[in-house]
């Protein structure tokens, strides 16, 4: 069974809504002692990084997930929840995050290094690009268009977690996870059968029929 973590900036609707059509058990909560019923947890997100940290110390959700993750438990960061497994984000001023991947947010610059500019947000359907298209997160998952909603991106530090990317204004960090942290950057809730087949997979890895912990990380195309 899957918890989906109810701090009050999550599209927990949708989240939800998906799971229901993987016929796949879940409930949402945002009481600790109730989330660790689960078998794994998604944290999602909609808003401000800042807010949304100041939100979860306050309910010390944020010890809760930090120790979840530490204790080797599948958890998966949608949107700005992935954003806030990083170490810290520069949005409305520098804000530590759960520090649970390494790496910092940045806000799209909203002009190229050649001085075009851009829109920002980076909204709308982009196609994935696969570093790790072995990783059970991303087994028999296509490399097609996902839907995206974010003016900010993940600068991240360890190539070994970044699993799958994009390209706007440059590399944008699409799909992350290191052992049994993962995330998205992207909505797969909202991105057809290639983001349900990452859910289907993520249900997988929470009811222990993939493996993560046992992942090899293949870099040698960077």
């Known amino acids: 069974m899957i918890g989906i973590i109810d701090y009050g900036m999550g599209n927990l609707h949708s989240v939800s809504k998906a799971l229901e059509r993987l016929d796949y058990d879940y409930f949402i909560s945002e009481d600790p002692k109730k989330l660790k019923e689960a078998k794994g947890l998604i944290l999602p997100g909609v808003g ?12 010390q959700l944020d010890e809760f997930v930090i120790d979840w993750a530490e204790a080797g438990k599948p958890l998966l960061g949608i949107c700005l929840g992935m954003q806030l497994l990083f170490e810290e984000s520069e949005e409305n001023g520098q804000t530590k995050g759960l520090n649970l991947l390494p790496g910092r947010v940045e806000r799209f610059p909203g002009v190229t290094k050649d001085g075009v500019p851009y829109k920002v947000p980076h909204m709308g359907w982009n196609r994935l690009s696969f570093q790790q298209p072995k990783h059970p997160l991303l087994e028999d998952v296509e490399q ?22 994009a390209n706007y204004d440059g590399e944008v960090p699409a799909v992350v996870g290191k052992n049994n942290v993962l995330g998205t950057q992207f909505h797969p809730e909202k991105s057809s059968e290639i983001g349900m087949s990452i859910l289907r997979n993520y249900a997988a890895i929470v009811e222990g029929r993939k493996q993560v912990n046992e992942f090899v990380y293949d870099l040698s195309s960077d």
């Not at 401000?48 to 309910?59: G, H, V």
């Not at 996902?146 to 990317?165: G, M, N, P, T």
């Open 48 to 59: 401000s990084f800042r807010d949304a940290m100041a939100i979860l110390k306050e309910e």
């Open 144 to 165: 097609g268009h996902v839907y995206f909603v974010h003016s900010y991106v993940v600068r991240i530090k360890d190539r070994e977690a970044l699993l799958a990317s």
